[in-house]
């Protein structure tokens, strides 16, 4: 899924302003500036004007500074490198990590999006990538997990 559609559901999803989700990024690395004008430039639909496509390395600080908000920092961990490459799969993961969902959460928020999804499918989205049973998460699949977790936390 593009980033920037991601970036779009979960800001609507926690109804979060641009300052906002600037502040989201800061929290999983102090040292990562986001300006509040970059994150209208990735909101914006790509046939508007001032459109930004929202890079890996800027997703992935967002999402760990939604983990951070949510979970709280680890002080006795050192900070996590952040991933160069985000997969559907690691957002998935992440947003799970962050809303500390568990499997019946998880199979209850797809179904609520009318995509039900069985507990072998389930695991298999969470295993390493290099494990014999694990699945690419697609982009409809993660499209109605956002829809789910959407309609679980506005209501």
């Not at 929202?54 to 939604?66: I, K, P, V």
Request: glycine share 6%; with cysteine.
């Amino acid at each position: 899924m593009i980033n920037n559609d991601v970036l779009r559901s979960i800001r609507y999803m926690l109804d979060l302003s641009d300052s906002m989700v600037a502040n989201t990024c800061a929290l999983a690395d102090p040292a990562f500036v986001v300006d509040p004008a970059d994150v209208a430039g990735w909101l914006r639909k790509e046939d508007e004007a001032g459109f930004i496509a929202c890079d890996d390395r800027s997703l992935a600080h967002f999402l760990d500074g939604l983990i951070v908000h949510y979970r709280g920092r680890d002080e006795s961990q050192p900070l996590r490198p952040v991933e160069k490459r985000i997969t559907n799969n690691l957002v998935l993961k992440k947003l799970r990590v962050a809303f500390e969902l568990k499997d019946v959460d998880m199979h209850a928020i797809f179904e609520s999006a009318g995509f039900p999804v069985s507990k072998p499918e389930l695991s298999a989205l969470f295993r390493q990538p290099d494990h014999k049973n694990y699945r690419a998460c697609g982009d409809q699949m993660l499209r109605n997990f956002l829809k789910g977790l959407t309609l679980r936390v506005r209501g």
